[in-house]
Every structure is written in C-alpha cells, then in structure tokens.
C-alpha cells in the first residue's frame, strides 16, 4: 500500500470516528497514517474547541475548500483560542445532526461575543435547511434586532423575508425587504432585496 | 478533509446608513441614462399626484425628467425602488429654467393622477399585455373593466383607458384558423358569446361593435384612449362598419358582406380610412392597414427599428410628451397590428414614430371630440415576437425600456395641465 493510500485511509478511519463522537480514536487514526494532514488535523481540532490549533492547521492545509473557507472566515472573527461550544457545534454538525448542530450555534454565540452574529446566522442558514421556519426566523431575528450593525443583518433582513414570502406572509416579507433598503443602503444584497420586493408586490411575474 | 454541511458563508454587505441628506425644496428625477429605472419613476410620479402632491414634467430636459417636491416620503419610495433622484434647490431650478427657456423644452404641469381603466376580459388569454405589465411594475393603479362595465356606462369614472387585444371586429383574433380545438380559445369564445347574449346582443360582432362606439362616444366626451396591438386597427374597423357585416361564418354564422369594403364608413373611425379588408377567413390578418401581416406568411415584413419625431415642447407639447424618451432609435416589435400604413391614416394624424424609408408609421396619435386616443402597433416592446404561449415579460429585467417608456408616457399624459398656446 503507497504513502498516500495509507494517509486516505486513516482520514477515512479517522472520519468515521468523528461520526461516532470519538475525538480521541479519530486522532490515533489520523496519526496512523503518519499525521501530515493539516487540514484532517485542523479539522479535529476545531471539534475539540482547540480554535488556535484549528486555526493555525486550517490555513496551511493547501487550497482550501468552500468549508474550510467558512470555517476560517469564522475563525477570523473571534480572539479566542478555544471554546468546547463551537467545537461542540461543529463536531455535531459532521455527525449529521443539522437541527441539533443549529441550536448548538446558537448556544455557542454568546461566549463568542465578536462572532455571535455568524454563529446566529449560521444557525438561521441551518434551520432553514432543516425547514424548521419558525427557528429560522427566531435567528434573523435576534440578529435584526440585537445585532443590526453586524455583517450579517442585511442577510438577516434578506433571509427572514425570504422565508416569510415563501410562508405566503407578503406583508410582513415586504416590511422586511423595505427595512433592509432603507437601511443598509450600501450593501451588496439590495439588487437582491429589491427583486424579493417585485415578487413579493406581485409587480413581475413569478418565476417560481 | 471531512466534509460538513455548513452552508456557504455569504459575504456580508458593508454597512451603511441612510444618507441623512438635508432637504432640498425639489426633487429632479432625471430620465436619462443617468436614471437607473426609467419605469419606476413614472410609477413615483403618479403615485406623489395621487398623493396630492404637484409635479412638473420638465419636456427634453434630460430625458424628460420629472420635477416632484423633496418629501421624506418620496425620498424614501425612490430609495425602495432604486430610481435615481437628486435634490434641486431653488438655486439650481432657476438654472434648469434659464436653460430649459433657451432650447427646445418646456415644463408642463402635472397637477392630478388620471384615473385609469383596462379594457380586459375576465379569462386569462396565454398571450400577455405590455400595458399591464408596465402598471403593475411602477406600482400604478387601475381597474379592469369589460364589456359590460362599457355597456353600463362606466367608461366615464376613468380618464384614460387602454384597450388590451380586443378584437373589436368579435372575430377573436381569427385564432380559430390556428387555435379552433385550444381550450383558451373555447373558453374565449364562450365567454365573449355569454355576454352578448347577456347584454342583449345576438352573436359577439354586434356587441363589439357597439362596444366599440361606446368607446368613441367616451374620446369623443374628453377621454384619453390608448391602444396597442391589433386592438387599434380593429377598433376603427368595428366603428367605420356600423352598418355591414365585416364579420366571418365562424364568429356570427353569416359570411362578410361581399360588398363590405365599399360599404366601410371611415368617417366615423379614429384614424385610418379607404383600407381594403381581408376578405378571406382563413387569412389571419383583418386589412391591409397593417403593414407588416406579422401572422401571414408570404405578406410579413421584418423588423426594423423606428424613429420616435422631434416636436416643439413648447408648441407641440402633446406629441412631445407622447415622445419622451431617452432613446430616439427603438427595435421594432412584432404584434397582430405591428404598424400602420401611412396611406390609410386619415389627414390630421399626428404621426409620433415610423420607420425611416418605410410606408408605415409605427405610433400615431390624434384629437377626437374633446379627448384624444393614441395607437401603438406591436405587442411587447421587449419581446419582438411574443407567441402564443410565452411567459410574460419580466420587467425587471428592462427597467430602462424605451419602448416600455412610450406606454407610460401615455398614462401620464392626462396629468398634464394643458397650457395656453403663446401664439
């Protein structure tokens, strides 16, 4: 068996004991196919809370993917080195628990005060994969009216309508909508709010 | 690398708020292309008349542009909608004015929203309406009505109306050449047939016709009347054979007076006169007014582009509102009537656009009584050969139409204080 057949199957190993829980097994795993994997590492570590060692391993794990990229760009937002809520968020998450992994974020935005507003947003993106609208709605809300000088709160604004209209309320979808233009005039979503607010007016034809 | 399912990070927008711009004591909404949704913004004006509040139409200034009184609320509408609007204060007007007295512009004054009707049938037809769909995307308020709201008289609640594609001749479009078994066109001429009977005619024709009259009777009271597509050729046709059959076998049971084209009465039509009638049922086209026969094969003409007129603003400020535009040059389109032949239009048409070089005119306007009526050939200015069975025009996709312009130059038109003339 090549070097590197042995390395894909230790990362396989390792995986399946992420899916059970086993932060420890998984590790022994990954060193067993001789511990070069930065990103496999950094991933570990991250479910661990070790958010400096996730930190450092994520970046230096080649080209990046769209999930590493997230992660990094959440990690970027906060100081803290480590957090066993986040690590405890993520590590449900890649055990396939979304609606579990969602309350998880949620719980874990305010021990990290300088990210809350992502992990709420992450949790609200989560939610609404899971189709639980209520949930949703509850995280863009919070963020709307906690946090609206976040980065997040145009996207707030913007997925909160966008669950309302497609619950068939396009009144409260258009308060929303106009909400988000009139505030955050400069921001990148309001092409996008103003198409949601000629649907939601019923002033173009649906092309849903 | 393990695989989770965080979903993609959307890049958060910056941050900003609203400018907190002071006042200034007007509102310039440019329309040229430094407007970013032309459409909109007569949506804007409307709805600022409607409100209460008087505006002015500034004619060739920058497109157009329309002058409205710096409110919060005004501010805020623009903002929702993305129209381009720039404060203006009094300093600034004056210059616009001194600019405007030395060329060919003029302001008209917009002082009440006119109220506004559309001729459509309650059945939903798999063709769209441009006139529609413009209203509902500036957000301007109107009422359907049909034959029978016509029939009872309630043309005279509106200020202007348009005609959707009625075929006033009770033909229904001819489409039973191509559409016979189709059950839009079944339920087309159902419906159309019910309410004959129900309004006490014998077959769709007669109440078309009348209907017809009751529309001239409205211009001729001071209505504004606008109509597009093969609603403006047969409209004329309906009035000018008040008393012969025009009609098919197939819409009323009898065939066309052989001797119909003689018996034509083009003094009681709007705009065109001496027009030979399609004489053969099964030829998808009602006279030779049209100039391009879009629908019959061997007589279609291909698109060109047509050439909106120059008209003196401060003469002519009908016509010259009628053009406002921020383009001169417009693709042709397409429609059951796409143009009119210049030797049917009747003298004292008032031609707006034609094709250069071409026998015909592409949008004609004229005074009828007190009111005045206006046709534009063609279908939809952004789908220049719209079919039977294609989705509706998405607006949004062209808020910066020139043709879809001309449409809402029309709505607004009636908003206008006529001025005395300075000769």
Redesign the interface.
Known sequence: MSADDQAQNA?LLA?GW?RVGDLDHARQALASGGGG?D??AG?IALYQGDLAGARARLRT?GVP???????L??LDRTRATKSEALGNA?LT??R?D?AAAAAAFAAAAPSLADAGS?LIA?AA??YT?HGDAPQAIAAWKTIVDSLP???????ADLEWARVLRRTKQAPAAIARL?HL???????????QA??E??LA?????S?S | MFPTRIVTYVAAAALALLPNAARAQHLLVPMDDAQTNDLKAYGLTYNALKDGARGEWLLNYRGGSFLLPDTPELRRRAALDGITTQPVDDATLSDIRNQMSQANMESVPLEKAPRIAVYTAPYSPPWDDAVILALRYAGIPYTPIWDEEIEHGDLAKYDWVHLFHEDFTGQLGKFYIAYSGASWFVDMQRTNLAMAKKLGFPNTPALKKDVAMKIREYVNNGGFLFAMCGATETLDLALAAHDVDIASVFADGTPMDPNADAKMDWNASFAFRGAHLEMSPYVNSMSDIDGHQANVPGRRQPLGTFTLFAFSAKFDPVPSMLVQDHRTVIPDFYGVTTSFMKNRLKPGVTVLADEPGAPWAKYIHGDYGKGSWTFLGGHDPEDPQHAIGNPPTDLSLHPNSPGYRLILNNVLFPAAKKKPLKT
């Open positions: 990362r995986w992420v994997d990103a496999a991933w794990a993917s769209g999930d590493v990229l997230a992660v760009a959440l993520y998450l890649a396939g979304t992502l992450t993106r989560l994969a000088q976040s980065p997040e709160a145009p996207e106009e233009i009139i505030t955050y005039p400069q921001s990148a979503l309001v092409p103003r198409r607010l000629e007016r019923q002033t173009v034809p092309t």
